[in-house]
Nanobody, 120 residues
Framework: QVQLMESGGGLVQPGGSLRLSCVASGSILSTVAMGWYRQTPGKDRELVASINSGGGTNYADSAKGRFTISRISGGRTMYLQMNSLTPEDTAVYYC??????????????WGQGTQVTVSS
């Protein structure tokens, strides 16, 4: 069983910054990739940023130049540094991980989400 725990969400003014953290625990053999998604009411969950086991990153156009995804070597802790936040960034942010829990047994795992609200 793999558990993901997000933290760092909250209320911030437009132009401000937040850093989200995600810590994974459980029987993880190896991590394929980790990422951040976000969702607002009535909309589909959308990818914000991802990072693979080699450190390669991918960002949504809306996140490029403002957000930075990173992870601690070992693949169990991931961050999302968010700068120049706007009200459009208001959403529940979810941490996700694709990981092997056995030699040929992998899965996609999700955290419970953390609310980010950008408002004056």
């Amino acid at each position: 069983q793999v558990q993901l725990m997000e933290s760092g969400g909250g209320l911030v003014q437009p132009g401000g910054s937040l850093r989200l953290s995600c810590v994974a625990s459980g029987s993880i053999l190896s991590t394929v990739a980790m990422g951040w998604y976000r969702q607002t009411p009535g909309k589909d969950r959308e990818l914000v940023a991802s990072i693979n086991s080699g450190g390669g990153t991918n960002y949504a156009d809306s996140a490029k130049g403002r957000f930075t995804i990173s992870r601690i070597s070992g693949g169990r802790t991931m961050y999302l540094q968010m700068n120049s936040l706007t009200p459009e960034d208001t959403a529940v942010y979810y941490c996700t991980m694709r990981a092997y829990i056995g030699p040929s047994n992998w899965g996609d795992y999700w955290g419970q989400g953390t609310q980010v609200t950008v408002s004056s």
